[in-house]
């Protein structure tokens, strides 16, 4: 009985220990991660350039005014 506590203390023991590698490796993981990420700002800054070049290279299309009598003959 004392041999298999003594087991099961061993293998405890290395469960343990690769529980707190990879709690050491998952952290480094992230602070790489987090290194890499840009800024809310400057992505926000981004989405706002491309979303004004898109608006100033849309071209406008007039529409008659739409009377209520034919709809299909309105949009074509």
Do not use: C, H, N, Y
């Amino acid at each position: 009985m004392a041999d298999r506590v003594t087991v099961v203390d061993k293998r405890l023991g290395g469960v343990e220990a690769s529980i707190l590698s990879l709690r050491e490796f998952i952290g480094a993981e992230i602070q790489r991660a987090d290194a890499g990420r840009e800024s809310p700002a400057t992505s926000a800054a981004a989405v706002t350039s491309q979303m004004d070049q898109f608006r100033l290279s849309a071209k406008k299309v007039e529409l008659p005014a739409f009377t209520g009598d034919d709809p299909v003959a309105w949009i074509t």
